[in-house]
Structure formats: C-alpha cells, structure tokens
Nanobody, 124 residues
C-alpha cells in the first residue's frame, strides 16, 4: 500500500516553478532522512535531493543543485521540494521516499517508504 503521498505536480512552462509536498498516508512515522527521486520514461530512477530530519542537512544531485530546494516541517511531518527554473529535462515522475535507518541517501535501496509519485511536466 501507499506509505507516502506526494502532491503538487503539474504542467509548467520552462523557467517556471512548482512545489512538491510529501506526507505519510495515514500516520506519522520516525524517519532518519527523506529524499526525492525522479524517473523519466526509459530511464533509471534518479536521486534528486535528501534531507535529514534531525539536523536539516541536505544533499542534491548536481543536475538540480542551485535550482531545487528541499525542506521539512517536522511539526507538520511534511517534506517539500521547491523546484525553480524548471527545464524540459526535469520532466519525470517524482517520488518521495523515507528512510528509517542509515544509508547512502543517493541510493534508492536506502529507503523503505515510498510514495506513488507525482508527475511533473515542463514544456518548452
């Protein structure tokens, strides 16, 4: 079943912005770090960004660094991905993922909670 729920995707023009949100589907859970991944048709799942619950420390893929910002609201148990200066190559299905233990944040196998994905389409 769906454990995390993403929202905020949509269709935007190049140069535009979107903010994605991620929250537990039913109840809060303890997480060590959460991440955003994306997957375009015919391509492998790609790491986008991650954030640590305790410290707020973040990490980004080179392809989105300086354009995307990941943040969290621990009180609301929500993780956000602010996407700015969007490009057509950002078009993908974006997944939120949560990890309840340590691991390499850039690897999908480090995560044990996943959302169903939200589509982001950037037009030229």
């Amino acid at each position: 079943q769906v454990q995390l729920v993403e929202s905020g995707g949509g269709l935007v023009q190049a140069g535009g912005s979107l903010r994605l949100s991620c929250a537990p589907s039913e109840r809060p859970f303890s997480w060590y770090f959460m991440g955003w991944f994306r997957q375009a048709p015919g391509e492998e799942r790609e790491f986008v960004a991650a954030i640590f619950r305790g410290t707020g420390g973040t990490g980004y893929a080179d392809s989105v660094k300086d354009r995307f910002i990941i943040s969290r609201d621990n009180a609301k148990n929500i993780v956000y991905l602010q996407m700015n200066s969007l490009r057509p190559e950002d078009t993908a299905l974006y997944y939120c993922a949560g990890a309840t233990s340590g691991g390499l944040v850039r690897l999908p196998t480090s995560y044990n909670y996943w959302g169903q994905g939200t589509q982001v389409t950037v037009s030229s």
